[in-house]
């Protein structure tokens, strides 16, 4: 009889007619701000997380094919009477077979390397310094602990350093950076959907007098959950959509000035004429942004249809 009831009150309805008074219990005000806040936060976590792991793959690249090598006495004849010492290892580097470049350093590099520790006195140095060799190997080059041998044979003394400790901790920076994105990605969810069930509950108070009666008539749960939950997801999907949208300024500047770190130096001017808009971002970052309202859309409609039916069933 009561289903009877509320189906003929639902065809004496007009169309879009608001029984429930949910527009007015879920204003379009403070919960769309609420929730753009909180998207705009997301696309800065999201960015981090992309961010991190691409700095990170760039530097892991380009310090496991480096390698710095030192060569004592540098001028002293080399022990096969064919030039000098440092000749020779460039020689025997350029001759390996996966050797990308070899470099040596010039006298003001080397300066400015040592300027750090010695001040402005490191140009007036006394002291015998090693020759420093820069090598950059490809990435099927040979085996490090080869070329070190090759090398003391050909220049005894010769030391070869290897970056795999700082590829390493690049490694560990980077899972930890990502880390804490997550985390403050799972954050922002949460208080995301509390703020939602918080306002879902104050509207369901403001409008307590009206849900009993539809209630009464015969109106089941789920019309009456699905109602504040059409309204939660359109409100958060607004305001998501907003926050994000705030936020692509922001992540385009951010990007420019993290440009030079991962090796894209054509990013780093937002303001010259030949920036790439579209490219400055990680693909993988577009791809996200968009995701962010609808997510924000269904965590909205999760956190509405739980609040409702939970406050439903207390009703006398």
């Not at 520790?117 to 310094?129: F, N």
């Not at 044979?153 to 290897?162: D, F, I, K, S, Y």
């Not at 607004?238 to 440009?259: K, N």
């Amino acid at each position: 009889m009561a289903d009877r009831r509320g189906r003929r009150a639902a065809r004496l309805r007009p169309a879009r007619f608001d029984d429930l008074g949910v527009r007015r219990a879920l204003a379009d005000r403070l919960l769309p701000v609420l929730v753009g806040a909180m998207a705009f936060l997301a696309a800065l976590a999201c960015a981090g997380f992309v961010g991190a792991a691409a700095m990170a793959g760039h530097w892991q690249a380009g310090a496991g094919t480096a390698l710095t090598i030192q060569v004592p006495h540098p001028g002293d004849p080399a022990p096969d009477g064919r030039g000098t010492r440092r000749d020779t290892v460039l020689g025997t580097l350029r001759a390996a077979g996966g050797v990308a470049s070899a470099r040596a350093l010039t006298d003001a590099e080397l300066s400015d390397l040592l300027r750090p520790w010695l001040g402005a006195g490191a140009e007036s140095l006394a002291l015998p310094l090693p020759a420093v060799i820069a090598v950059r190997l490809q990435a099927d080059g040979p085996d490090p602990e080869g070329i070190a041998a090759r090398l003391a044979a050909a220049a005894p003394g010769t030391l070869v350093e290897r970056h795999d400790v700082w590829v390493r901790r690049l490694a560990a920076l980077a899972r930890s950076m990502q880390a804490c994105a997550g985390l403050a990605l799972l954050v922002v969810a949460v208080v995301a959907a509390l703020v939602i069930a918080v306002a879902t509950r104050v509207g369901l108070a403001a409008r307590r007098q009206a849900i009993e009666i539809v209630h009464d008539l015969g109106a089941r749960d789920g019309y009456i959950a699905g109602r504040f939950a059409r309204r939660a997801t359109k409100l958060a999907f607004v305001g998501a959509a907003a926050g994000t949208m705030a936020s692509v300024p922001v992540l385009l500047r951010l990007a420019a000035l993290a440009a030079p770190f991962a090796g894209n130096n054509a990013a780093a001017d937002p303001e010259a004429s030949g920036f790439d808009w579209l490219h400055a971002l990680p693909p993988s970052l577009w791809i996200a942004l968009p995701a962010l309202p609808l997510v924000a859309g269904l965590i909205g409609w999760v956190a509405a249809q739980t609040t409702v039916r939970r406050w439903l069933r207390r009703l006398p």
